[in-house]
């Protein structure tokens, strides 16, 4: 998955201004306790991280 279907697909489900919070606060447990920005800059791929998301936030399959 490219960073901009990751980025298109948190806007689509959080809105813009709800995404950047969360890709900077919210720490999910299904990437080692770290943020959505930590991850991606720690190298850890596009898609497993939004995985991660689809997981923490219990979003609907037609999302993942």
């Given at each position: 998955m490219r960073l901009?279907?990751?980025w298109n697909n948190?806007?689509?489900q959080f809105g813009e201004?709800?995404?950047q919070s969360l890709a900077?606060?919210?720490?999910?447990?299904?990437l080692g306790s770290r943020t959505v920005e930590q991850a991606l800059?720690?190298?850890v791929g596009a898609?497993?991280?939004?995985?991660?998301v689809c997981e923490a936030f219990d979003l609907p399959a037609?999302?993942?």
């Open positions: 901009t279907v990751f948190m806007h689509e201004a709800y995404t900077r606060d919210y720490v999910l447990e299904g800059a720690d190298g898609k497993e991280v939004w995985r991660a037609s999302a993942r």
